[in-house]
């Protein structure tokens, strides 16, 4: 097989996951054919993505035919999700082991309802841990104040954690020492620190979603010109996330890093999340080129894996001109526009995205399970 850009993009450090999975995928040996051919070395899935896959389709009724009698329509959830994110791993196993540990991760994910409750996160990740039974399984887990208590506590217990819907860096600093101190707090007691993995989800595309709209907002209004409207479009995403990159090589050095890498700690891998390009006129692979550097993930979505594969460009950008990003903040701050408010809201919306989308997954279990309980008895 011949190497293709993903194979490139591997090369330069960063680590391609998919953001997908379905039964389909883990049964027809398409995924182990994209862990072979497209450089994959791990996956993270979420409720939106299971409704999708639940929704359409009839890859689970056979399970759910036989595993509804006496199970609620969260239950049943929980069965389909662990059973493919087990399979999953298995399927990352080679990756994993290969990695020493440091890749080859399948993400799921805790309930939505769970965000601000630091003890219901911890009680859930548990469960979770302990059904899927692989090590490397890896627990999502919101990035809130909540979150990140849970953070520490399980790194502290010794499982490995991606803390998504990140949007600021700020928040992305509060996650770092979370970590941190969750690795310390387990040195302390005996633990061994070596195969405890965690990652950072950053999310890109949602945020120059609400900068564009701001400014095109004060186009509106008559206060912006379009011309520099136009200059400043597209551009606020890359330059916050590449703030969260100077951030993690900052607090991943010096004298409290070194400690714990000494003791076999891992470093808390900034992933990029939110990749696919959501305005038609950027470049559809943008948010994947402009974030490419070494200790890094980007989770893809198919269509975003496909596009690179064909096109992709690899080099070095992530560290690319802080200074210049720092300056695109200020000039959108002068504008009016608080890059601290717009991701406040972005993860305001994002929690009540992923509880929308646990409601209708959780719906639409209900209605097929009725649906397949009502063919069996006509049948």
């Known amino acids: 097989m011949p190497e293709t850009p993903l194979h490139a993009l591997h090369a330069a450090g960063q680590s391609i996951w998919l953001d997908f999975i379905d039964r389909t995928l883990l049964v027809s040996g398409e995924l182990p054919r994209r862990i072979r051919d497209d450089a994959l070395t791990g996956m993270t899935s979420n409720p939106t993505i299971f409704e999708k896959a639940l929704a359409t389709g009839t890859a689970y009724d056979a399970q759910l035919r036989t595993a509804a009698e006496g199970r609620s329509a969260w239950e049943l959830f929980e069965l389909v999700e662990t059973d493919d994110v087990r399979a999953a791993c298995d399927a990352f196993a080679g990756v994993y082991r290969a990695s020493q540990g440091t890749d080859g991760f399948v993400s799921i994910e805790v309930s939505p309802g769970a965000a601000h409750d630091a003890e219901a996160t911890v009680a859930e990740a548990h469960r979770l841990w302990e059904t899927v039974d692989r090590p490397n399984v890896m627990i999502k887990v919101p990035g809130t104040?909540?979150?990140?208590v849970a953070l520490r506590r399980l790194i502290a217990d010794g499982l490995n954690v991606n803390v998504t819907l990140l949007f600021a860096v700020a928040a992305h600093a509060r996650v770092i020492d979370a970590y941190l101190a969750g690795l310390e707090d387990r040195a302390a007691a005996g633990g061994d620190l070596r195969h405890v993995a965690s990652v950072a989800s950053f999310f890109v595309s949602r945020v120059d979603g609400a900068v564009d709209a701001a400014l095109e907002a004060r186009v509106a209004a008559g206060t912006l010109p379009r011309e520099r409207a136009t200059a400043l479009q597209g551009r606020a995403a890359i330059a916050n996330a590449r703030l969260?990159?100077?951030?993690?090589?900052?607090?991943?050095?010096?004298?409290?890093?070194?400690?714990?890498?000494?003791?076999?700690?891992?470093?808390?891998?900034?992933?990029?999340?939110?990749?696919?390009?959501?305005?038609?006129?950027?470049?559809?692979?943008?948010?994947?080129?402009?974030?490419?550097?070494?200790?890094?993930?980007?989770?893809?979505?198919?269509?975003?894996?496909?596009?690179?594969?064909?096109?992709g460009i690899t080099a070095r950008t992530v560290d690319g001109d802080p200074e210049g990003a720092e300056r695109l903040l200020g000039e959108l701050r002068a504008l009016g526009i608080d890059l601290d408010q717009v991701t406040d809201q972005l993860l305001t919306e994002g929690l009540a995205s992923f509880q929308k989308s646990f409601d209708t997954l959780i719906a639409g279990l209900e209605r097929k399970t009725a649906a397949l309980a009502h063919a069996a008895t006509v049948a």
């Open 145 to 148: 104040p909540e979150g990140c």
């Open 244 to 311: 969260a990159y100077r951030l993690f090589r900052s607090r991943f050095s010096g004298k409290r890093w070194e400690a714990l890498a000494a003791k076999g700690a891992q470093l808390q891998r900034p992933l990029w999340a939110s990749t696919s390009t959501k305005n038609p006129a950027y470049r559809d692979v943008l948010y994947v080129e402009q974030l490419i550097g070494p200790d890094t993930v980007n989770t893809m979505p198919p269509a975003t894996l496909e596009a690179f594969r064909d096109h």
